[in-house]
């Protein structure tokens, strides 16, 4: 089946740093989502992707779709408390159907 | 606008019985798909309902099933739990056409 290889799988960082984290397959992919999980809760939207090579911000988050349609990536600058949590990437590979494949998350821990 | 919203929060079954998870999406959105997520396998695609229609289904036994309402609310069941089902089922919902699913905080089912 289709797979999403995320990395790094987890971080531990100083508050202030950026962080990056991408997400890569061997199928192409039409769509890319990122999404932040916070323990017992769902994952919230971030940012969506539509187009290869499509850059997008959101506040402190900035995603990119990537040229080969195969990967994803997503920064945060400037990093807050308020980042740490599990951030996931997914991907719809079929044109109109809902089905997403996401990646196995990044865990993101701030250190104050 | 309310979010999604997703009954019971947490359920405690044995194993044999049966359970039934409630979903309501987004007023206006008719796409609801459901997801497994548990610590070794991730986030997996259970099926997506459109109309009251199943349009996508993961790979999952039959004891999963699911249904949707006239309203676009939605349930799933599992019958013959087994431990392995133990899980946080989570709920998204999408307005037609947009590719964007909002999850709900999902219900946190544990088989004993």
């Known amino acids: 089946g289709q797979q999403l290889n995320q990395s790094p799988q987890s971080m531990f960082i100083q508050e202030g740093e950026d962080v990056s984290m991408n997400c890569t397959s061997s199928?192409?992919?039409?769509?890319w989502l990122w999404y932040k999980q916070d323990p017992g809760e769902g994952p919230v939207l971030l940012i969506a992707?539509?187009?290869?090579?499509e850059l997008t911000s959101n506040g402190r988050l900035t995603a990119q779709f990537g040229i080969t349609r195969k990967d994803s990536f997503l920064n945060i600058s400037a990093s807050i408390p308020s980042d740490v949590g599990i951030y996931f990437c997914?991907?719809?590979?079929?044109?109109?159907?809902?089905?997403?494949?996401f990646g196995q998350g990044t865990r993101l821990t701030i250190n104050p | 606008k309310a979010g999604v919203t997703q009954t019971p929060r947490y359920l405690i079954k044995t194993r044999g019985q049966q359970v039934t998870l409630s979903c309501s999406p987004i007023?206006?959105?008719?796409?609801v798909s459901w997801y497994q997520q548990t610590p070794g396998q991730g986030l997996q695609f259970l099926f997506e309902?459109?109309?009251?229609?199943?349009?996508n289904k993961g790979n999952f036994p039959g004891r999963f099933s699911g249904r949707q309402f006239s309203n676009s609310r939605s349930e799933m069941n599992v019958s013959t739990l087994e431990l392995g089902d133990s899980a946080l089922y989570l709920c998204?919902?999408?307005?037609?056409?947009?590719?964007?699913?909002?999850f709900g905080p999902g219900t946190r089912l544990t088989v004993t």
């Open positions: 199928s192409i992919f039409n769509t």
């Open positions: 992707l539509y187009k290869a090579g």
């Open positions: 007023s206006g959105h008719r796409s």
């Open positions: 998204a919902s999408s307005l037609t056409g947009s590719h964007e699913q909002y």
């Open positions: 997914a991907g719809r590979i079929i044109q109109g159907a809902q089905k997403l494949v």
């Open positions: 309902y459109f109309s009251e229609t199943q349009r």
